[in-house]
């Protein structure tokens, strides 16, 4: 079974100051790894993805996540918040075998405080 | 404009009373997912469908009906609603499985 875990319910920065969002993940074979980002009464958008290659994954808005293997976490970051970053964001992954489950996490709120 | 469609956006229902949720998108994308979104759990997997003809059960099938005759069309089917499928829907769809999904705007159910 797959799974997804962030620890975070909710998370605080001021304008200007790093946001992190943590996300830690359990598939049996190699994990696709997404971030989603949700704005009120609105549907999710694409942030950024890992599928194969450099740890290190750039996404749109600035966003960028760090895969990490061996602590099975997939970190979502950004150098400088913004006050209209404050949204919920949802980590998700599946396992790269031959269906189409997708497991997310349950979101974690971010609010950037000017 | 590329897009996922769900209608309606609203909706709200008596128990037992059958309902049908569409979903079509433009991208002629092969795969395509529902989901439903509670509070504390995030987005959890109803049904999703690979290609024309082919869907398999994800995490929370029980209580839910899917269909995939056409490949830009993937209905939601609630044969007998109850309290607690109140909830809001998502469909999305993909390209492939490694490519990110665009989700459509969510469908809020009430069943009373």
């Known amino acids: 079974a797959q799974s997804v875990a962030q620890p975070e319910d909710q998370v605080n920065v001021a304008e200007g100051n790093p946001l992190t969002v943590k996300c830690t993940y359990s598939?049996?074979?190699?994990?696709?790894l997404f971030w989603y980002v949700q704005y009120p009464n609105r549907g999710l958008q694409f942030l950024l993805k890992?599928?194969?290659?450099?740890?290190l994954v750039k996404g749109s808005y600035g966003f960028e996540a760090e895969f990490n293997k061996s602590q099975t976490s997939f970190h979502l970051k950004k150098p400088s918040a913004l006050v209209s970053d404050s949204a919920l964001y949802f980590c998700?992954?599946?396992?790269?075998?031959?269906?189409?489950?997708?497991?997310f996490g349950a979101g974690t709120t971010v609010t950037v405080r000017a | 404009e590329a897009q996922v469609t769900q209608n309606p956006r609203y909706l709200i229902t008596v128990t037992g009373k059958k309902l049908t949720v569409t979903c079509s998108q433009n991208?002629?994308?092969?795969?395509m997912s529902w989901y439903r979104q509670d509070p504390g759990l995030g987005l959890r997997q109803i049904y999703y469908?690979?290609?024309?003809?082919?869907?398999d059960k994800g995490d929370v099938p029980e209580g839910y009906k899917v269909s995939r005759k056409e490949k830009r069309n993937f209905p939601l089917i609630l044969e007998s609603p109850s309290p607690n499928q109140t909830s809001l829907y998502f469909c999305?769809?993909?390209?492939?499985?490694?490519?990110?999904?665009?989700f459509g705007q969510g469908t809020r159910l009430t069943v009373v």
């Open positions: 991208m002629n994308h092969e795969y």
């Open positions: 999305a769809s993909s390209l492939r499985g490694d490519t990110e999904a665009f």
């Open positions: 890992y599928i194969t290659g450099d740890n």
């Open positions: 998700a992954v599946r396992d790269g075998g031959n269906d189409y489950k997708l497991s």
């Open positions: 469908s690979m290609n024309v003809e082919v869907t």
């Open positions: 598939v049996s074979g190699n994990p696709y």
